[in-house]
Structures are given as structure tokens and as C-alpha cells.
């Protein structure tokens, strides 16, 4: 591979892989989802510096090219990881529904408790 | 018989107060008396200061939940208070109040566990809906009877009442999208009893119904989806 190309790719990812942890040193995500992220990149920047493996896995996965194994597995993962997200996302809105039920209830017993004391 | 009218309302506040009269009416007249409960899903508008002026039994809901999550939270009210019977009645004055018995009498002879009004039931049309809507509920209809062998005519009716087994059922587990024809679905796969009693209803005279004509497909095929996986699922 070009080296410039190399040192561009290497340097985006280490920005992603910083960004990561500047988002998990402040609280912003969690770390079970931060270290998926961490992990993909990873090795992603692991195929980078050692070319021997990212030529080995691409003959064994039968890719011509090593560019068309990367897109096709990072866009695999994407998929899956999108699938994941709209779990997570199905779960919240499960549990902020029971929330806004159990409150809301509760409120009105409470209010109509209130009423009948006075 | 404690029975209790769910009503959810969302931005209805020219309703409200009708409602809230023909159920008064009703009472005033009959031996037999029916609570209610509003559940106003986070109207936008006077909807709150209405509720509150008139003193009505309601529940603000803190966030918008849809018409699904509204009504189950009336489901564990129901459930809360021990009620022997509820029936979802529209907020928008679609449902004529005088026909609450005639659902609710074959579930007190405890002939069956819900019992839907239906507006299509015995050929005779009792409420003109678009041809394009008469349509879709006849997809829905088919599907239902696809999957559970029970022939339901009017699967996209709200108005319906249920037995105490079912309050219970409900307040715990209801589904919350597109719930009217995936609930007959979910019960009937339990082995629950439904059936349909012929009703008419009112043409809304005020407000917006919730099914935008638009998102009338992308509703079928949700539905479709759903009554074919709930449908098909193996009994536990």
C-alpha cells in the first residue's frame, strides 16, 4: 500500500479510536457499547500495520482483493451492529413506556389522594 | 359488576365534554352505572385544563405514548381497581354509549372473554367508511381468519370490551402497535373467546382520526406482518 495512504488511514482510525474514549471518559456512552467500537477499529488498524495477515484472511475467505474483503466485512458488521442498536432501541422504548404508565398512575393517586384530605 | 369505560384522548378537546355528558346521561337514567377513566396521552391542547375544570376522573399521561400505550395504561387502572369488566370507548364520540351493553352483556353471562363492536357484522352497513378503508379491514379480516380460523369482521374496531381475565392480561402484556387487530390475534391464539356484536357508529365530528390515509399501506403491512408471526407462533 501507498505509505501516505497508510499513515492517512492509520491516523484517521487512531482519531476514531481517541474520539471513543474521549466520548467514554465523559460519560457520553457506555462501555459495553464503547468497546465494540474499540474492537472493530482495532482490528481494523491491526490489518493495516501487518499486511500478512489482511493477505492471509483474504485468500482464505476466497476476496481477490484485500480492499473487497475489508468492505464487505465491515459492512457485515454494520449490518449487525444496526440489528443490535434496534433491539436496544426496542427494549428502551418497552421500558420508557412501562415508566411513563407506572408514573403517570401513580401521579393521579397521588393528586386524587390529595383532594380527598383537603 | 364494576365496569369501567377506558377512554384515551388525545387533542380532543371538543370531545371531552360530550363524552363525558352521554356518560352522565346514561347513568342518570339507568339503574346500572359505568365508570370512566380519560387517559389524556399528552394533549397539546386545553385538553389538561378541561379535565381539571369539570373535575373528570382522568390520568395525564407525563409523555406521549400513543393510542396503544394510552389505552393500556386504562388497562392497569382497570386491573389496579379491580374492575370486572372494561370496554374502550373512543374519545372522539364515535361510539354511541347506549351500545356499551349490548357488548358487555355476553361477557356478564360469561359467554365469552371480549366481545368488539362491529360496524360490519350482519351484512347490514350501519357506518359508512371509504371504500379504501372497507377494503384494508376485509385484508386484515382475511389474514385473521388465515391464521386463527375465527371470522372477525370488523378486526380495526376500538370499541370493545373485555373480562377481568383479560384486564389482568392486558395490564401486563398488550400490544402496543397497531393494537386493535393484533390483540384479537394474540388472545385467540391463547384461547380466549371473542366475538362481535353488531353496533353503529357516529361520523367524528370534530378532530383528526389517528389513521392518516397516507400511512394506510405501511399500517396493512405492518398488521399483516405481525397477525402472520403472532398468528403462527406455537402455543407455550
Redesign the interface.
Known amino acids: 500500500m501507498n505509505t501516505k495512504l497508510l499513515i492517512f488511514s492509520i491516523i484517521s482510525i487512531l482519531i476514531i479510536i481517541l474520539t471513543i474514549i474521549i466520548l467514554l471518559n465523559r460519560e457520553k456512552i457506555n462501555v459495553k457499547y464503547a468497546i465494540v467500537w474499540i474492537g472493530i477499529f482495532g482490528l481494523l488498524l491491526l490489518l493495516l500495520i501487518v499486511p500478512k495477515l489482511l493477505i492471509s484472511i483474504t485468500s482464505f475467505l476466497g476476496f481477490t482483493l484485500p480492499s473487497n474483503m475489508i468492505i464487505v466485512l465491515f459492512i457485515s458488521i454494520l449490518v449487525f451492529l444496526n440489528i443490535i442498536i434496534t433491539i436496544i432501541v426496542s427494549n428502551q422504548n418497552r421500558k ?2 412501562l415508566l ?6 401513580l ?2 393517586e397521588v393528586i386524587d389522594n390529595e383532594k380527598t384530605n383537603k | 359488576m364494576k365496569i369501567l369505560l377506558i377512554i384515551p384522548s388525545y387533542n380532543e378537546e371538543k370531545n371531552i365534554l360530550k363524552v363525558y355528558k352521554a356518560i352522565e346521561n346514561f347513568n342518570k337514567t339507568h339503574i346500572i352505572k359505568y365508570d370512566y377513566i380519560f387517559i389524556n396521552d399528552c394533549s397539546t391542547d386545553s385538553s389538561k385544563k378541561i379535565f381539571n375544570r369539570y373535575n373528570l376522573n382522568h390520568i395525564d399521561l407525563i409523555n406521549n405514548l400513543g393510542i396503544g400505550g394510552a389505552v393500556q395504561t386504562g388497562y392497569k387502572y382497570a386491573f389496579k381497581n379491580k374492575y370486572d369488566i372494561a370496554v374502550q370507548f373512543d374519545g372522539d364520540n364515535q361510539h354511541n354509549i347506549n351500545f356499551v351493553k349490548t357488548i358487555i352483556k355476553p361477557i356478564e353471562e360469561q359467554k365469552y372473554d371480549m366481545v368488539i363492536g362491529s360496524r360490519f357484522k350482519k351484512k347490514k352497513k350501519r357506518y359508512l367508511t371509504t371504500k379504501m378503508r372497507h377494503i384494508g379491514i376485509k385484508i386484515i379480516s382475511l389474514f385473521i381468519k388465515l391464521v386463527t380460523s375465527k371470522k372477525i369482521y370488523d378486526p380495526t374496531s376500538g370499541f370493545r370490551a373485555v373480562n377481568k381475565k383479560i384486564i389482568k392480561e392486558f395490564a401486563f402484556k398488550y400490544p402496543v402497535e397497531y393494537p386493535e387487530p393484533v390483540s384479537i390475534v394474540y388472545l385467540l391464539k391463547k384461547g380466549y373467546k371473542i366475538n362481535e356484536e353488531p353496533v353503529s357508529m357516529k361520523k367524528r365530528l370534530h378532530g383528526k382520526s389517528s389513521i392518516n390515509s397516507w400511512k394506510n399501506y405501511y399500517y396493512m403491512i405492518n398488521v399483516i406482518l405481525l397477525i402472520i408471526i403472532i398468528g403462527t407462533r406455537r402455543k407455550k
Request: charged share 40%; net charge positive; no cysteine.
Open positions: 420508557i413506556r411513563i404508565q407506572e408514573i403517570s398512575i401521579k393521579k
